[in-house]
């Protein structure tokens, strides 16, 4: 989330969003569209509910 903040005070958060955004879509393997498969030697995932 740190560089959420950072894009955030310089007005570029939505800029960051669509970065990431289109990297998980590139990366993504799943022929599925309600599943998720990116290959990685490591994934750090955290879920806030």
């Known amino acids: 989330m740190n560089a959420f903040e950072a894009a955030e005070k310089v007005g570029r958060a939505a800029d960051l969003q669509?970065?990431?955004?289109a990297l998980f879509h590139s990366q993504?393997?799943?022929?599925?569209?309600?599943?998720?498969?990116?290959?990685?030697?490591f994934l750090r995932v955290t879920v806030a509910v």
């Open 28 to 41: 993504n393997r799943s022929s599925r569209a309600d599943a998720t498969s990116i290959p990685a030697t």
């Open 18 to 21: 669509r970065e990431l955004e």
